[in-house]
Structures are given as structure tokens and as C-alpha cells.
């Protein structure tokens, strides 16, 4: 058996070794999602053959993320680890399942095992990946509704203040996340997926000081009105974890999200603004700001694993 224990604050240095030398874009590989989503998803993690294997037990269905190793294109040990959580998975009776397998993942799987895996895409989960600078700038035709609800917002209210998200301000934030909270639920009624975005923001800004991503407010007349956070995923690309707003403020969206690029992230080449969840109105606001590309993930099946305690050939 692997070990699988639970993700801990403790664990940030030996994920980050890890996700360090993979320099990967996609977002499952940044240690504050993994930890602010540790108690919605059951994260867990092992370490095999200098390899990280996550797992996430999302709906209490096991599965892991692609291995990370310590060096990269080490074909031997990311073989054998992938050999090790076959073992485990099947003595515990269920059937190996990886998913956020990305283009490049896909391939070394199939190069290694050939005929082993199964792949099927998963479009609720692909990153939406945008050019910062047209993020940061917003100009060109496209995006020119964007500029427009930013000057609109602009012009009811001039005197809107940022305000740096810091480990001594946290109070703050989590008293416009709860009012945010308050107000979705009375459009939208309480849900268990609201309830889990609840937990995970309060556990990132609860632990800022150790995890150390970098956050924006937006202030009108003294309330804080909108809220965001994020950090590099990798050398070249920042990760948008949360963008929280007032909806009856015209423009407030884009606004954080352009203040935010502007302030922190001047160098960055792509913003990733993380998946859709294949939820109709959130896939059409992030396809509204025109994403350069689709970062696409599958899921890959072990053929013949577990399934139902059964072994399927």
C-alpha cells in the first residue's frame, strides 16, 4: 500500500519540490488549491518512486492526478510509479483512475502502456487560459464591452480604493465573502457546492501567511465590494483561485480581474482562470474575455482494474 495520508499545511514545501521541477499549467498543480479544497475533495498524497501522487477522492470516487516527479522525464520511475498505484488501487479493490491528464501526460501514458489506458476528455475541467497582457489592457474590439462596463463603473464611482489582500486584513475579506455568500443564497438558495466554496476560501484565508498567494480588494465608500486571489502556477502563468464580486455593481467583474493583473502581475505571460465546472453561466463569462486556448484534460481509465470488486478485462 502507498500510505495516502491527508494533506496538511505542514506538507507545502515537499508538494511545492514537486511541482517546482514540473513546472505543469494546469491548475490542480498549485499546494493552496490543492489545501483549500483538501476537506471538500479528501485530499491525499504519497510519495512513490520520487514521484507525488495526489489523490483526490471527489464524491468518494478514488482517483489520482498524473505523477510528479522530482526529475523531470524520468520514464523508469514514473513507470513504476504509476506500476505502485495499480497495486494499491487494485488491493484495495478498485479500479485506477487519472484524471487532469494533459496532452503531454496523455502521451507519456500511452508511450509507456501502451493499450493499458483508456482516455476519454474532460471538458467541465479544461483551464481557460488567456494572454495576460490582453487581460492586464483589455483593448481590441473584442473585449471592448469589457472597457465599457469598466468606465461605467468607473464613472458612478470614482473614488473606489484597492485594497491589498494582507495575512492582517483577512477579517475583512471573510466579512464580504459571508455577505457575498448571503446574497447568492438568497438568489440561488443554499448548495452544497456554495457551502464547499464557503470552506475552501475561509481555509486560504485562514492559512494566507504560510501559503503565500497574493490577493486584491476593491473598496466603494468604505465596504468591500469585491475579492480576489492567486499566485504562479509556473514560471509564466498566474492562477485566478478565486474572483468574488458584487453582482448589482456594473462593471465590478472585470474590474477586479484587470486591477488585479495590473497590480501584482505585470510579468506574467498567461493568466489560467481554472475550469468551468460545466456550469452554462460560467463557462459564458470566462468565454467572454476570449481565452487563447482551452488547456484540454482527460480522464485515463486502467483497463484492467477493479471495477465494482470485479476485475474487468
Known amino acids: 500500500m502507498l500510505g495516502f495520508k491527508e494533506l496538511e499545511l505542514s506538507d507545502k514545501d515537499i508538494l511545492n519540490k514537486f511541482f517546482d521541477v514540473c513546472q505543469n499549467q494546469n491548475s490542480e498543480c498549485t499546494f493552496t488549491n490543492l489545501f483549500m479544497w483538501r476537506r471538500c475533495y479528501a485530499v491525499r498524497w504519497a510519495v512513490s518512486d520520487n514521484h507525488l501522487l495526489v489523490e483526490p477522492n ?62 476519454e476528455e474532460e471538458p467541465d475541467i479544461e483551464d481557460y487560459i488567456y494572454d495576460a497582457e490582453k487581460m492586464r489592457t483589455l483593448k481590441g474590439r473584442k473585449l471592448s464591452k469589457k472597457r465599457n462596463h469598466i468606465n461605467a463603473f468607473k464613472a458612478e464611482h470614482p473614488d473606489y480604493e484597492l485594497v491589498p489582500l494582507t495575512p492582517d486584513n483577512t477579517d475583512i475579506a471573510w466579512d464580504f465573502v459571508e455577505h457575498w455568500c448571503g446574497q447568492r443564497n438568497c438568489e440561488e438558495g443554499v448548495s452544497d457546492s456554495l457551502l464547499c466554496e464557503r470552506e475552501a476560501i475561509l481555509d486560504a484565508l485562514t492559512n494566507m501567511q504560510e501559503l503565500r498567494f497574493k490577493g486584491l480588494m476593491i473598496s466603494v465608500d468604505g465596504r468591500i465590494v469585491a475579492l480576489t486571489f492567486g499566485e504562479m502556477v509556473n514560471h509564466d502563468t498566474v492562477v485566478v483561485h478565486v474572483e468574488k464580486a458584487f453582482s448589482n455593481y456594473r462593471g465590478l467583474y472585470p474590474l477586479i480581474n484587470q486591477e488585479f493583473l495590473n497590480y501584482y502581475w505585470q510579468d506574467a505571460v498567461y493568466v489560467n482562470r481554472e475550469e468551468d465546472m460545466g456550469l452554462e453561466g460560467l463557462r459564458h463569462a470566462k468565454r467572454s474575455y476570449y481565452p487563447e486556448y482551452l488547456l484540454t484534460k482527460y480522464k485515463g481509465v486502467f483497463k484492467d482494474g477493479y471495477t465494482d470488486h470485479t476485475i474487468g478485462h
Open 58 to 119: 471527489a464524491f468518494e470516487e478514488s482517483w489520482i492526478l498524473p505523477p510528479y516527479g522530482l526529475e523531470e522525464d524520468d520514464d523508469e520511475m514514473f513507470h513504476a510509479a504509476i506500476e505502485h498505484a495499480k497495486e494499491d488501487y487494485h488491493d484495495r479493490g478498485k479500479q485506477l483512475v487519472i484524471r487532469a491528464v494533459t496532452e503531454k501526460d496523455k502521451e507519456r501514458l500511452e508511450r509507456l502502456f501502451p493499450g493499458q489506458f483508456e482516455f
